[in-house]
């Protein structure tokens, strides 16, 4: 007889237990494959789902940054919602180009004004017919403020946009289809009849950048074609000096709005940061949806593998019982179960998140977004299988370590 | 000498509901090292319930039960499943092997449960496969052997760990006539290599090639010749 405490069972418990589930799972391939593959989905879910989310949040973050950042404040004419809406605006003006100076005046918190006119579809063409373009005329200072940064481009100065010279800036999507094998610039674009000659390409990041379709030229330019007046702006921007101004400047220029459109409210004012904070809301609704989604799928992989092996217990008791028999500790019957349950729901958690980079991967340059994965959602998504192998393990293990020999060797 | 098994005044009582109904009333029974004992009695005796006592998979409701001088009915359920995984060899009636764990790993298991190194469980697993002529059935699985393999791979499970006790519930029960004799021939042999075996049994024929016998009788044991 092997003497008493020559090798302790404890010890070795869990990597005996580790082989023998192993062994356990191995002979019964397809139904493990099959209850890890429910994790294996779960995860990849959850992980595909918030690498997207977070993509669109690093895309609204430079969608911000792309708009000025925290110091630009933007009005647009508000369109009506009502009859009682409509009527009252019509009797303002909405927000015109005149309205410009008179702001200068009398907001000095602020450092610059960007106004935008919007050109109308199909006025943008080339030699060839109409080109897809979304058409702003504006001044030379949204290069400054928005930080337009330029691929290429041709030499031009501020005082040949500002006189209103004929030329455009364009987005490298506008580019390709008025000059698919050479350069554009220099070419002409045809606004309105009157050729305008492409002096800058637009530095973009993907082609669903805002800017990739983008066909700016000179407001000055744009008006004197136009002929009006007075010009409607699409949008005004204009930038506070310092963050600290940026609430009085706010709410003076929301007087001051008021007091130029004799007191109606016809004009929308916001922040970059109420616009993050929209989106940034938007998302969150989003991912927390999707993540319901996976949580559900994940938990349904957690069901799975309770089934599977509270069925395995029940075909096993049998061998349980002689297992005890041979000496077998209940501890080790314990970890055996459970590990046979951490092994299948771990091995599909880390296949998951391989399948959950996937779109990462793959899709990166297809989605008007980057899917953006971190080293923590990984160790979440290896986590979290593991919390759930332990939870839909522990009941099954529980009832293995307290399975009696003598009635189980009975049955 | 000290017994290997030694029981004093063991009874054993099951309880249905508040009822208590009594299976052993008060059994005296020792072992010596070395002895080839069978207990006999008639189906319902308590031949089963004692036999799980004794191989400490049971606890007694009052007595005493000693393994090797060592008190059992104290021990913690810890140290009763040490005791089995060192003392005591089962062989039961239905085999029991694990289905699906070749011949080899079925008799490696309890020599696992014991710690003991790789290199030295497949030295004692191939001795005591080659021992029992078992030696190329080893990569089998229990459900590819005949049943008289079957039983031999059981018993070899049981002694590999050379336990204290080989104890055996109707391990003939299952076998036909010729491998019934096969496997009492083995434990003759088992007997002769000096190994404590106690089997229980209700066949007179094969109780005879014991060396002490006992009968069991409405829960009460006496040695007979
Ligand atoms: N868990 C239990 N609960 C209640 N009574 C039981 C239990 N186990 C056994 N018994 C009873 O104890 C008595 C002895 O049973 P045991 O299994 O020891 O008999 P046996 O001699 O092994 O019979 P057999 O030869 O048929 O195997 C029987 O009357 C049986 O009904
Ligand atoms: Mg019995």
Known sequence: MIPFGAQSVATHGWLLALRLSVLELRSHAMRTAITGAAVLFGVAALLAMSSLARGMEDNNKRLYLQMGGAQVLQMSAKSATSQAEQSLFSKSQGLRLSDVALLKLSVPEMDAWVPEMEMGRGEIRSAMGRLRARGTASSWERFDVLGIELDTSLPFTEHAWESGEAMAVIGPEVAKSLSPTESPLGKDLIVLGIPLRVVGIFKTTSKFDQRSFECMVPLNWYRKVQSKGDPPLALLRARVRSLEEIPSARERLNREILAIHRGIQDVDLSTNDDLLEDSRKTVETMSMVTLLIAMVALLSGGVGILNIQLASLSARVRELGVCKALGAPSMLLFRQMLLESLLVSGSGGLLGCALGILPGLFLGDKLPWKPHLTVTDLAMGVAISLGLGTLAGLLPAIRAARVDAVEAMRA | ?225
Request: include cysteine; charged fraction near 25%; aromatic fraction near 6%.
């Open chain 2, 1 to 225: 000498m000290t017994p290997v098994l030694e029981t004093r005044q063991l009874r054993k009582s099951y309880f249905l509901g508040r009822e208590a109904v009594p299976v052993l009333h008060g059994i005296d029974f020792s072992l010596e090292r070395g002895q080839y004992g069978a207990i006999m009695g008639p189906s319902g005796s308590g031949k089963s319930t004692l036999l799980n006592i004794l191989g400490c998979l049971d606890r007694a409701t009052s007595g005493q039960y000693l393994v090797e001088g060592r008190e059992v009915l104290t021990l913690s359920e810890n140290d009763l499943a040490d005791l089995r995984a060192r003392a005591i060899g089962f062989v039961f009636q239905s085999f029991n092997l694990l289905p699906r764990l070749t011949l080899s790993q079925n008799v490696e298991l309890p020599l696992q449960y014991l710690g003991i190194s790789r290199g030295q469980r497949r030295k004692m697993v191939a001795e005591t496969l080659d021992r029992l002529g078992l030696g190329d059935r080893g990569h089998h699985l229990p459900l590819e052997v005949s049943g008289g393999q079957r039983q031999r791979a059981a018993i070899a499970r049981a002694l590999v760990k050379k336990p204290a006790i080989l104890l055996a519930d109707e391990p003939t029960g299952n076998l036909d006539s010729t491998t019934t004799s096969e496997v009492l021939e083995l434990f003759d042999e088992l007997h002769r290599e000096g190994n404590t075996i106690l089997i229980i049994t209700h066949e007179h024929d094969v109780a005879i090639r014991a060396q002490r016998r006992w009968k069991i009788f409405d829960g009460n044991m006496e040695e007979t010749a």
